[in-house]
């Protein structure tokens, strides 16, 4: 049984499932139909166990930061690195689409391509319309929304955002409450939910390789060949500035622990998997955090407050890909901009990618009407084109948003035996 389950649980074996289910979705179109209930059906058993899991976890690290004396926890430390993230991934973004010009194509065909696939009236926009029709949610919503009005509704809707406030909130009537009456029941029962609910992850993933070959299948045969065809340089530049975000954070991530590069790499391979086929960055987050702490030997408790928190408000995928749009928007348009332009540009893709916390895929999109109202860009001429490439971008956005969290953490979190040997190599040299 063990020998199977590692089988099942091997990179190699997860790859070719996901092979083999986009070769199905590619060649037979109608079969992606068919496998979408079985696909949909293991990612609401991964979904099952991580909400709960997420208050659970958040819950029980601020509780021990006020029942304990916990020196690791620096919470304008985790602040400031949060925010320096998000700057950093929307310059990337902006500094991506400057140098790669994706939006250097042919109108006319993209126009040709809108009419010859058959969207809807409401999605057939003209490239010389203006915006309209097209609004997300604004900042002033997001703090007001923060709130539940019901915590039991807000977790049957799953709304990220408010389960995260209300643990927050629990986590400190729990932690006041304990040292108040020197008693931590509550604390070692939260616990053991924990425990458990994170076996209950673990068994799921074991099936992986059964769930992604019928994710696979339905995600490759809803990308429209036509349009994929007239957007080939949007998806392979926006997918390079993805990769470049992932190298990048895969650096910090090894200078922060204590494996080589590669090795540090492979810790965190099941949860890039699992993000990969589940495009959704919430579902891999407790199998990043579990490897953080044992493979990358990163401060727990830093680790199991930092990371959730980052996941749900610190959108980094998502902060990078508006910046990138905006700047393929305003090639299109051929809108030259200035260094203001480009400075709104930047605050204002971190401002909505804090605003798509909860939302996830092609749902994320027209929230980039609140960067580019300001600058008189339009979002409905060209959304059904960013609608169309989504399924494949989405995989890598929604692994930018993950494994960036995770250098952040690591940077907070790590173990930092690299710098300190460094600093000790240093010193004797200068002496």
């Known amino acids: 049984m063990n020998k199977l389950i590692s089988l099942l649980k091997h990179p190699l ?39 709960p899991l997420i208050f659970a976890i958040i819950s029980l690290s601020v509780s021990k930061f006020f029942t304990q004396k916990v020196k690791d926890i620096h919470v304008g430390k985790i602040t400031l690195t949060f925010i320096a993230f998000l700057v950093l991934t929307s310059v990337a973004g902006v500094f991506s689409a400057h140098m790669m010009k994706p939006g250097n194509i042919d109108q006319e065909q993209i126009s040709d391509i809108l009419q010859a696939t058959g969207f809807t009236p409401a999605k057939e926009v003209g490239l010389d319309e203006p915006l309209g029709g097209v609004s997300g949610q604004n900042i002033t919503s997001f703090f007001t929304d923060a709130l539940p009005n019901n915590i039991f509704s807000s977790l049957a809707e799953g709304k990220i955002l408010q389960i995260i406030t209300f643990a927050l909130i629990f986590g400190i009537a729990m932690g006041i409450h304990s040292r108040a009456t020197n008693s931590a029941n509550m604390s070692r029962g939260l616990e053991s939910i924990q425990k458990m609910l994170q076996q209950i992850m673990n068994t799921i993933v074991t099936l992986l390789p059964i769930g992604i070959f019928f994710l696979m299948a339905t995600q490759i045969s809803a990308v429209d060949p036509h349009i994929f065809n007239s957007m080939i340089k949007f998806v392979v530049t926006a997918i390079i500035m993805f990769m470049s975000i992932l190298v990048l954070s895969s650096i910090i991530i090894w200078l922060k622990s204590d494996l080589g590069y590669f090795r540090s790499i492979s810790a965190l391979e099941e949860a890039i998997l699992i993000v990969l086929s ?10 990043a955090m579990e490897k953080m702490k044992e493979k990358l ?7 199991d407050l930092a990371t959730p928190l980052g996941v749900s408000l610190c ?30 540009i930047v605050v204002g893709c971190v401002l909505a990618g804090i605003t798509t916390s909860g939302v996830t895929g092609i749902l994320t999109i027209p929230m980039l009407a609140l960067v580019l109202d300001p600058l008189g860009l339009p979002l409905a001429a060209v959304i059904p084109l960013l609608y ?39 010193k004797k040299t200068s002496s």
């Open 278 to 287: 589940t495009r959704n960055s919430l579902v891999g987050m407790p199998s």
């Open 297 to 303: 030997k990163a401060t727990p408790i830093v680790i």
């Open 13 to 51: 074996v997860v790859i070719l499932s996901a092979a083999l289910g986009g070769l199905a979705g590619y060649y037979d179109t109608s079969f992606g139909e068919t496998a979408r209930p079985w696909g949909e059906m293991y990612l609401s058993a991964l979904k099952m166990s991580v909400i």
């Open 315 to 344: 959108r980094y995928g998502n902060t990078a890909y508006f910046a990138f749009i905006t700047i393929f928007i305003s090639q299109i348009y051929q809108i030259p901009l200035g260094a203001n332009d480009y400075l709104l």
């Open 388 to 426: 169309a490439v989504d399924p494949i971008i989405d995989p890598f956005r929604s692994l930018s948003i993950l494994y960036t969290n995770c250098a952040a953490s690591m940077w907070v979190a790590g173990p930092r035996k690299f710098f300190a040997k460094t600093s000790s190599k240093m």
